[in-house]
């Protein structure tokens, strides 16, 4: 499953703690580094990062402030979990931990 690769990718590098909510999974250290949402025909994936993902991969990015964009990555397959995806991963990890 898509969202168990990417909980089990986070907590080998540190602890991640994922808040199922009504909308998905937020998934946090110190502050929240994604959030997974499942639609009718993949998962989003919204990356907090400080910068925008200039990738086709990512379909939308919203300022959140100065030093906060959100950026969506629509997930299909497990494989869509690639390298490049995870390395965003550790960089909002890295973001969210204080």
């Not at 602890?15 to 929240?32: I, N």
């Not at 989003?44 to 100065?66: F, G, K, Q």
């Not at 497990?78 to 550790?90: S, T």
Request: proline letters at 5%.
């Amino acid at each position: 499953m898509i969202c168990d690769a990417i909980i089990e990718h986070l907590r080998s590098i540190g602890p991640v703690h994922a808040d199922a909510v009504r909308v998905g999974v937020f998934l946090k250290t110190d502050r929240k580094l994604a959030e997974l949402r499942p639609k009718s025909r993949w998962l989003s994936c919204y990356l907090y990062l400080p910068r925008e993902i200039a990738d086709p991969r990512v379909s939308r990015s919203t300022r959140l402030s100065a030093g906060r964009v959100v950026n969506e990555v629509k997930l299909r397959t497990p494989g869509d979990v690639d390298d490049e995806l995870l390395g965003w991963l550790e960089e909002a990890f890295d973001e969210a931990t204080d």
